[in-house]
Nanobody, 124 residues
Framework: QVQLVESGGGLVQAGDSLRLSCAAS????????VGWFRQAPGKEREFVAA????????SYADSVKGRFTISRDYAKNTVYLQMNTLKPEDTAVYFC?????????????????WGQGTQVTVSS
């Protein structure tokens, strides 16, 4: 019912910036919240940031607060993750996910649809 496609990942040096995009299609009117998650090799998938698509309210994991910014272009059905001052520990596959739920949504089980992921690698 909803399809999500991430793009914008790549290889950068510590201190550099990247902007990830998450393009949604299908039944986009059913999306109330979009979240970004990441998973590094050998680690659990962790919450990064989320945005309420209509109000623009945002939330962030403590590890990225002050460095990452989540935003959306509602008319384009696209959510962005601007990542600044990247660190080697940010290296992971980044996924976007959507849900019809709203509120405090920081765990993967609260989301219904997922993209395929995009690789972000930060060298020191």
């Amino acid at each position: 019912q909803v399809q999500l496609v991430e793009s914008g990942g790549g290889l950068v040096q510590a201190g550099d910036s990247l902007r990830l995009s998450c393009a949604a299609s299908g039944r986009t009117l059913s999306i109330y919240t979009v979240g970004w998650f990441r998973q590094a090799p050998g680690k659990e998938r962790e919450f990064v940031a989320a945005i309420a698509t209509r109000s623009g309210s945002t939330s962030y994991a403590d590890s990225v607060k002050g460095r990452f910014t989540i935003s959306r272009d509602y008319a384009k059905n696209t959510v962005y993750l601007q990542m600044n001052t990247l660190k080697p520990e940010d290296t992971a596959v980044y996924f976007c996910a959507s849900t019809a739920r709203f509120g405090i949504l920081a765990v993967s089980a609260q989301y219904d649809y997922w993209g395929q992921g995009t690789q972000v690698t930060v060298s020191s």
